[in-house]
């Protein structure tokens, strides 16, 4: 565990769980953790952690994240209060302003109710805005870095404000460091007939249901989709279920029979065993079609991943 820390701030916590923060329900606890719900709160716990000589790691939706068994070393962060709101900017009306820990697909709900769009395809990510910056999130043709329009990261050094040029954008990445934490974004988006945005999410969020399990304990895709002209335009769950992983279990996660490259945590599964699962995919792929998957599920604490394949 780390060195002992300076006294605690109000708000910090030790020892505390954060399997029932992520959506897959697996991982140990935070040797130190917080809720924060403003810009200042996150700067003043962002500076005690670095005088304590803790590194800093954030929990958002959990929808996209695993998180070690043995629990996280350093202190965990959860924003909400001010961090979660939503709002129209009142200087032109076709900007959305929101907090780092907003969930896109309230984001996307709030553009479309405001007749604003651009933002649709939000409403097919399970994620913080803050997360969706950080992976360049996209789907069904839409991408975050189009619509984006600055974001305001807040670290030890203090606070900042990028535009998209500035994120190092690639496919389900950025530049964002450990340590820097999406405190707000701002959204530029188009006037549009509110009812036709609604029908787009509503068509979205069909084909989300269609395609995806859902109502169970899953952290969303596990790997990206190889590059264009790497797999013939077969996606990853395709490639998992042409391997024949769709239904494979080691312990207690499984690939999923509705979708190939989503995991699933069907009795009590460690996160020991959903790498297990995600290795055992992978060799299966690889020895089948040579291709390399990467996963793209985010990690928290000493996740024992193999060396060749650790996300970035």
């Known amino acids: ?52 000589g803790l590194e800093v790691g954030v929990i958002g939706s959990g929808s996209n994240l695993l998180v070690a068994d043995a629990g996280v070393r350093g202190l965990v962060l959860k924003m909400d209060g001010d961090l979660a709101e939503i709002t129209v900017d009142p200087e032109d009306g076709e900007r959305i302003i929101c907090g780092g820990a907003a969930r896109l697909p309230a984001v996307a709900a709030a553009a479309a109710r405001a007749g604003l769009a651009g933002l649709e395809f939000g409403v097919s990510i399970p994620g913080t805005v803050g997360g969706a910056v950080r992976m360049n999130a996209n789907a069904y043709g839409g991408a975050l870095a189009s619509v984006l329009d600055w974001v305001e990261v807040v670290s030890r050094e203090g606070r900042d404000r990028r535009t998209p040029d500035q994120l190092g954008f690639a496919y389900r990445r950025s530049n964002l460091l450990t340590g820097e934490v999406v405190a707000r974004a701002r959204f530029q988006l188009s006037r549009a007939d509110p009812e036709t945005v609604r029908e787009r999410l509503a068509q979205l969020r069909r084909q989300r249901r269609e395609a995806q399990p859902s109502g169970v304990r899953t952290f969303g895709s596990t790997f990206k989709n190889p590059a ?85």
């Open 228 to 312: 264009a002209g790497e797999a013939d335009g077969r996606t990853a769950g395709q490639l998992l279920e042409a391997a024949g992983c769709r239904g494979l279990r080691v312990g207690g996660a499984c690939f999923s029979a509705k979708h190939a490259n989503f995991i699933e945590n069907v009795a009590d599964a460690t996160t020991a065993d959903v790498v297990s699962l995600m290795t055992l995919g992978r060799r299966r792929v690889r020895e089948r079609f040579g291709i390399d998957l990467e996963p793209e599920v985010q990690v928290l604490g000493e996740v024992e991943l193999p060396s060749a394949w650790r996300p970035s």
């Open 1 to 52: 565990m780390s060195a002992q820390p300076p006294e605690l701030p109000p708000g910090i916590e030790r020892q505390v769980p954060l399997a029932r923060l992520t959506t897959i329900r697996t991982g140990g606890p935070a040797e130190f953790f917080a809720r924060v719900r403003s810009v200042a709160e996150l700067e003043q716990v962002l500076v005690w952690a670095a005088r304590a």
